[in-house]
């Protein structure tokens, strides 16, 4: 059987086109449909994919189903319309399905769902009506909450606001969610940087930080997240040597898509020249406990709580950084942690990421519950992770669901426990 | 864009429920091809049922309405045996996925179509049984895999899979459901004998009689000392000889040899010449045992077999497995042993292979004749033989990888792996889990009165044609 490329449709979906020899090294597995790993210690065996344990079908699952449904647009056999878009957005492009791949497909995997998604768009086929909302007023406002950009740091309290330095060593990129719905996490992490005494500050100027463009590239608006980035690459330097986020998809997306090129990122199509060195609180904090310059004094509202971590897969999976918020966790002091048994390459992502949370509000917060059960049949007491978006989705469903289970960020209680030595 | 009959969709959706039937494009798609070079084929439906009352529904609906039904888990097989020759209704059965019952006391379980490598080992590890482990991916239905003689892991000590077979539940083309072997009078499900043996009219049919809808399966103790004996040869005559020779005893769980080609990751494609001065051939045998006395004496009798084995003039050469490969041996069933990434990481998407059961005495006759055809064809003869226990006879088959982007290569892959079969079927060799274009073959080479059996048996279970029509090459 042979798939070739469809010459009348290359022309219509150039973009998606041009991936066609790295999808079709997918051979159709489906090693990509299930969690596994057995060794004398580890006897694991889950459901990895979100959308094919919520949609069912095999379109919807893992990256063989949203490969075929590709094979099927690219080789003339099936039209990109409505349903086939609704199987491509409608995935949270965590890539636990990439952690089982073994192809060569694997690294492009990202890369190609979004570029349906950018197909989707220029064609206007099938666009979640719930991304559309937001989709043009990002452009002018600079976020997708639907908020004015002037109130972008209204949470920040205006003496420390004109305490901040011009320039700094750290410039704290916010990120929309923590600027404006988490704004919890905000505060707490200026309080945390504050309490170090890192030399920090924050790009609060009329031209200063805007989205860093990750809800619009990862639902396939490319030249919204190039107008963001662009800007956000020739501000950013101005206040600071280093980034630093508390927010994962944030963290990704500057670490990420504007350094690297296809497929790990988006410089080829972002065409910016942004360097500057990006770091997570969490492997600062890390770093710190490392050097025994801080340490934490334990909290009396915690103390016997049994603590559980949830990875954002934007910091977990896709970048790689495992070690350094259970680092942070570890070190609280009085406190039980334990551990899920599908977490760090092997979590089950919260729901909310690549614009499901937008576009499929039911299914977005079902993945959390499903978190959240596994969370409760542990033990856990309070869930804990290290990203607002994440954050949000998971409290929400917490409420909506009656699961009577704190969330926090690792931030908000490092801000509230922390010690410095030095 | 929508396919079939709204009436016909309304119906399954009454039976399943809305959200698992479907008739649009975009779903029906991942379900309308495989690995192999086998045509795709539309299905016009998929649906999704939950119980075996539903499949009953869904069978007796179809068969009114001389509607073609395929039953399909996760189609990880390469024989392109879940595609809809004939369109229809695709019957997927992930969601039936419980495993019903583990009697760690008899030695059986009992499991849905959906149950997965992964989620029936755990279950199983956590009471310390196992089951035959294949070469697949870990999201593979264990159900699929055993009905169609898919082999495992305990193969030089059990046989395939297919005969750990204990007992079924089966719902017929007609929509009447029926328990086959013990469970037929109590709910043990632990033998299909001493009864007339019907469950053979389910067993390597391809779906084509009917689904069956619970498994009982042998399970069998974790021994807890294991150890993966190596040993190369120049030549394939040499390695099957010294490979009878060890099966001869009965010591092993396993005994596989694998040419250069297979033994490389992934397999060259398209052929390249192995080094001169590499051995051709490669081999593993699995011994366990229940305490190291026991396997230590495996190990010495193994010692005296390669020796005997020299003696006799079989050309064998020393050689150390990678300690890589060789946990994926003894910690089964395996990531490393069941990813594709052996076989087509970066070949261009296809994976087909003629897997056959054939006589040892003639796997090294018709690998040399193999060769020839393959290396015409521009692949490579990437060979496996597996001695099963029984007589000594055993997997010859060849993995294929070849490129789906090009017509041409995957007219070459097909023609290669037909011509093997046309050459092989005379020598005894007799293909498992085969694609329509083998059972041509076959057909054109069978007992008449074999055929006509096979037709009458068909006809009967399934009046209207109704099941995988076309994947037996007889109707």
Redesign the interface.
Known sequence: ?????SKDVARKYPELASL??HL????????C????????DV???APNCLSGEY?????YTAS??KN??L??VLSG???F?E??A??IFACTTCMACRE?C???VKDWLNRLFETARREAWKNNIGIPAGIKKWSEHIKVEHNPYLEKHADRFAWLPADIRNSLPKKAEYVYFVGCTASYRQKNIALATVELFRKLGIDFTIAVDGDGEWCCGSPALRTGQWDTAKELAEHNAQVLDKYGDKVITTCAGCFRTLIQDYQKEAPEGYKDVLGIDFNMPVIHTMQLLAELIDKGEVEFQELPEFAGKVFVYHDPCHLGRHVGVYDEPRKVLNSFKGIKVVEAERSRQWSWCCGAGGGVRSGFPDFSLWASKVRLEEFKELGAEIVTSACPFCWRNLDDASKMFSFNLPVYDLAEIAAKAVVKKK | ?PRGVDRVLKTLQEIVGR??A?N?????????????????R?PDY?V?PKTVEEVQRVLSFANRERIPVVPYV???NIGGLCIPEEGGIVL?L??MNRIIKIDTETHYAVIEPGV?H??F??EL??VGFEFGWGVH????SVLAMTLQHGIGHLNGRFGVNSQFISSMEVVLPTGEVCKIGSCAYSDEWHSLLPLPMLAGLFIGWLGTTGVVTKLGVWITRIRPYKDVLTIAAEDAESMTKYMVMWRDLELCDEITAVSWWLAQIPIPYPYQEKPPDAPEWFSYTVISGWSEEELEYKRKMWKEVVAKARQKGCKLIDFEYPPEAK?GRT?????IV????N????C????AWPGTFTPAKNWPILYEKMKEIYIKHGLSPATRFTDYRGAHYGMWRVMTPF?????E??WHARQAMREVVEVGVKAGMIPYKPPVDYWNVMNAHADPGWLMLLCKIKDCLDPNHIMNPGKLGIR
Not at chain 1, 1 to 5: F, K, N, S, V, Y
Not at chain 1, 24 to 31: A, I, L, V
Not at chain 2, 331 to 335: A, V, Y
Not at chain 2, 403 to 407: E, G
């Open positions: 059987m042979a798939l070739p490329l066609y020899d079709m090294m997918c051979t159709h597995c489906g090693n449909r299930y969690f596994y790993e057995y060794r004398p006897n694991l065996s949609f069912y079908f095999d379109s063989r189903g075929a449904v094979k099927g056999r099936i039209p319309d349903k086939a609704h199987v089982m073994e192809t060569d | 864009m959200d698992y479907s649009e494009e975009a779903i029906l798609m991942p379900y309308s091809f495989d690995l192999t070079w086998n045509e795709p539309m998929v999704m996760s189609s990880t997927d992930r969601r997965s992964a989620q080992s755990r590890k956590k991916p870990a999201s593979a946990r910690e089964l069933p395996s990531r069941g990813s594709t990434k076989y087509s990481k970066s261009g998407g296809g994976l490129d789906k982007r090009n017509p290569a995957v």
